[in-house]
Protein backbone atom coordinates (compact mmCIF):
# COMPACT_ATOMS: atom_id res chain seq x y z
CA UNK A 1 0.00 0.00 0.00
CA UNK A 2 1.08 3.69 -0.32
CA UNK A 3 2.59 5.27 2.10
CA UNK A 4 -0.43 7.95 2.21
CA UNK A 5 -2.19 5.12 3.77
CA UNK A 6 0.00 4.66 6.85
CA UNK A 7 0.08 8.33 7.50
CA UNK A 8 -3.37 8.78 7.77
CA UNK A 9 -3.77 5.81 10.30
CA UNK A 10 -0.62 7.78 12.09
CA UNK A 11 -2.56 10.78 11.88
CA UNK A 12 -6.10 8.99 12.88
CA UNK A 13 -3.86 8.04 16.18
CA UNK A 14 -2.12 11.23 16.95
CA UNK A 15 -5.19 13.27 16.33
CA UNK A 16 -7.62 10.85 18.50
CA UNK A 17 -5.02 9.41 20.97
CA UNK A 18 -1.73 11.31 21.23
CA UNK A 19 1.97 11.17 20.05
CA UNK A 20 2.50 9.20 22.88
CA UNK A 21 -0.06 6.40 21.61
CA UNK A 22 1.06 6.75 18.43
CA UNK A 23 4.86 5.76 19.48
CA UNK A 24 3.51 3.14 21.56
CA UNK A 25 1.85 1.79 18.47
CA UNK A 26 4.33 1.79 15.94
CA UNK A 27 7.03 0.10 18.42
CA UNK A 28 4.45 -2.59 18.83
CA UNK A 29 4.19 -3.13 15.81
CA UNK A 30 7.97 -3.33 15.14
CA UNK A 31 8.02 -0.42 12.83
CA UNK A 32 11.29 2.28 12.40
CA UNK A 33 10.66 5.49 14.16
CA UNK A 34 10.53 7.27 10.76
CA UNK A 35 7.89 9.19 8.84
CA UNK A 36 6.04 7.16 6.27
CA UNK A 37 6.50 8.87 2.42
CA UNK A 38 3.30 9.04 0.77
CA UNK A 39 4.26 8.29 -2.55
CA UNK A 40 6.28 4.86 -1.20
CA UNK A 41 4.76 1.54 -1.16
CA UNK A 42 4.84 -0.35 1.46
CA UNK A 43 3.86 -3.97 1.86
CA UNK A 44 0.38 -4.11 3.06
CA UNK A 45 1.93 -6.19 5.84
CA UNK A 46 2.94 -2.68 7.63
CA UNK A 47 -0.67 -1.23 7.66
CA UNK A 48 -2.53 -4.62 9.28
CA UNK A 49 0.34 -4.37 11.23
CA UNK A 50 -0.52 -1.20 12.20
CA UNK A 51 -4.36 -1.83 12.63
CA UNK A 52 -3.88 -4.87 14.96
CA UNK A 53 -0.86 -3.13 17.20
CA UNK A 54 -3.70 -0.49 17.26
CA UNK A 55 -6.52 -2.34 18.24
CA UNK A 56 -4.44 -4.10 21.00
CA UNK A 57 -3.47 -1.11 22.45
CA UNK A 58 -6.68 0.68 22.40
CA UNK A 59 -8.47 -2.27 23.61
CA UNK A 60 -11.07 -2.47 20.28
CA UNK A 61 -11.51 -5.15 17.73
CA UNK A 62 -9.75 -4.61 14.29
CA UNK A 63 -12.89 -4.03 13.05
CA UNK A 64 -13.44 -0.80 14.88
CA UNK A 65 -10.09 0.45 14.33
CA UNK A 66 -10.68 -0.16 10.44
CA UNK A 67 -14.57 1.33 10.48
CA UNK A 68 -13.10 4.31 12.15
CA UNK A 69 -10.03 4.67 9.72
CA UNK A 70 -12.60 4.77 6.85
CA UNK A 71 -14.48 7.38 8.32
CA UNK A 72 -10.97 9.57 9.01
CA UNK A 73 -9.80 8.55 5.18
CA UNK A 74 -12.36 10.88 3.71
CA UNK A 75 -11.45 13.98 5.74
CA UNK A 76 -7.68 12.70 5.55
CA UNK A 77 -7.93 12.41 1.41
CA UNK A 78 -10.05 15.99 0.88
CA UNK A 79 -7.16 17.73 3.03
CA UNK A 80 -4.44 16.42 1.34
CA UNK A 81 -5.58 17.71 -2.05
CA UNK A 82 -8.02 15.47 -3.45
CA UNK A 83 -11.02 17.26 -2.50
CA UNK A 84 -11.91 18.33 -6.04
CA UNK A 85 -11.22 15.03 -7.16
CA UNK A 86 -13.72 13.47 -4.37
CA UNK A 87 -16.25 16.59 -5.34
CA UNK A 88 -16.29 15.59 -8.57
CA UNK A 89 -17.31 11.89 -8.70
CA UNK A 90 -20.52 12.70 -7.50
CA UNK A 91 -23.11 14.90 -6.47
CA UNK A 92 -24.98 12.99 -4.74
CA UNK A 93 -24.20 9.23 -3.05
CA UNK A 94 -25.41 6.75 -5.83
CA UNK A 95 -23.61 8.84 -8.13
CA UNK A 96 -20.76 8.70 -6.04
CA UNK A 97 -20.83 5.24 -5.45
CA UNK A 98 -21.44 4.84 -9.63
CA UNK A 99 -18.45 6.71 -10.05
CA UNK A 100 -15.86 4.92 -7.36
CA UNK A 101 -13.81 2.80 -10.33
CA UNK A 102 -13.55 6.08 -12.61
CA UNK A 103 -12.17 7.85 -9.34
CA UNK A 104 -9.45 5.50 -8.63
CA UNK A 105 -8.61 5.31 -12.32
CA UNK A 106 -7.84 9.05 -11.86
CA UNK A 107 -5.83 8.37 -8.76
CA UNK A 108 -3.45 6.08 -10.82
CA UNK A 109 -2.52 8.26 -13.22
CA UNK A 110 -0.28 9.48 -10.25
CA UNK A 111 0.07 6.32 -8.46
CA UNK A 112 1.22 3.63 -10.89
CA UNK A 113 1.50 0.85 -8.45
CA UNK A 114 -1.18 1.38 -6.94
CA UNK A 115 -3.90 -1.71 -6.88
CA UNK A 116 -7.28 -0.38 -5.95
CA UNK A 117 -10.10 -2.07 -5.19
CA UNK A 118 -13.06 -2.27 -8.01
CA UNK A 119 -16.86 -1.48 -6.90
CA UNK A 120 -20.44 -2.21 -8.76
CA UNK A 121 -23.54 -0.87 -8.59
CA UNK A 122 -26.21 -2.91 -8.95
CA UNK A 123 -30.14 -3.10 -7.96
CA UNK A 124 -30.48 0.78 -7.22
CA UNK A 125 -33.86 2.40 -6.33
CA UNK A 126 -34.29 6.23 -5.69
CA UNK A 127 -33.53 5.41 -1.80
CA UNK A 128 -30.99 2.31 -2.07
CA UNK A 129 -28.55 0.96 -3.52
CA UNK A 130 -26.25 -3.04 -3.98
CA UNK A 131 -22.64 -1.96 -3.81
CA UNK A 132 -20.34 -4.64 -4.66
CA UNK A 133 -16.38 -4.89 -3.16
CA UNK A 134 -13.54 -6.71 -5.01
CA UNK A 135 -10.49 -6.62 -3.16
CA UNK A 136 -6.82 -8.99 -3.17
CA UNK A 137 -6.80 -7.58 0.61
CA UNK A 138 -8.36 -9.74 2.91
CA UNK A 139 -10.37 -8.16 5.76
CA UNK A 140 -11.00 -4.56 4.50
CA UNK A 141 -15.17 -4.53 4.68
CA UNK A 142 -15.00 -2.64 7.62
CA UNK A 143 -13.59 0.31 6.18
CA UNK A 144 -15.44 0.39 3.48
CA UNK A 145 -18.56 0.40 6.03
CA UNK A 146 -16.36 3.24 7.57
CA UNK A 147 -16.03 4.97 4.30
CA UNK A 148 -19.69 4.73 3.40
CA UNK A 149 -20.88 6.27 6.45
CA UNK A 150 -18.75 9.21 6.27
CA UNK A 151 -20.23 9.76 2.57
CA UNK A 152 -23.54 9.52 4.32
CA UNK A 153 -22.37 12.69 5.92
CA UNK A 154 -20.86 14.33 3.01
CA UNK A 155 -24.02 14.05 1.30
CA UNK A 156 -26.32 14.54 4.34
CA UNK A 157 -28.12 11.42 4.27
CA UNK A 158 -28.53 8.62 6.97
CA UNK A 159 -27.76 5.39 5.65
CA UNK A 160 -28.84 2.09 6.80
CA UNK A 161 -25.64 -0.64 5.97
CA UNK A 162 -25.84 -4.36 5.85
CA UNK A 163 -22.62 -6.14 4.86
CA UNK A 164 -22.48 -9.75 3.40
CA UNK A 165 -19.76 -11.55 1.90
CA UNK A 166 -20.79 -13.65 -1.11
CA UNK A 167 -18.88 -16.51 -3.04
CA UNK A 168 -20.84 -15.85 -6.24
CA UNK A 169 -19.40 -15.22 -8.80
CA UNK A 170 -16.57 -14.94 -7.01
CA UNK A 171 -15.92 -13.96 -3.60
CA UNK A 172 -16.32 -10.59 -2.94
CA UNK A 173 -18.17 -8.16 -0.20
CA UNK A 174 -21.70 -6.97 -0.61
CA UNK A 175 -22.82 -3.89 0.90
CA UNK A 176 -27.24 -3.18 0.77
CA UNK A 177 -27.51 0.15 1.51
CA UNK A 178 -30.54 2.27 1.99
CA UNK A 179 -30.68 5.89 2.44
CA UNK A 180 -32.86 8.73 3.62
CA UNK A 181 -32.30 12.27 4.18
CA UNK A 182 -31.12 13.71 7.38
CA UNK A 183 -33.56 13.83 10.09
CA UNK A 184 -36.65 12.11 7.94
CA UNK A 185 -38.46 10.34 9.88
Do not use: C
Amino acid sequence: MYGMINKAVEGLVRQRFGDAMWHKIRSGANLPDEPFLSMEQYPDETTYALVSTAAKELGANSEDILKEFGRYWMTYTAELGYGELLRSSGRNLPEFLKNLDALHTRVQMSMNHLRPPSFAVTDETADSIVLHYHTERPSLAPLVVGILEALGERFEVEIDIRHERTAAPRPHDVFHLRWRARGAA
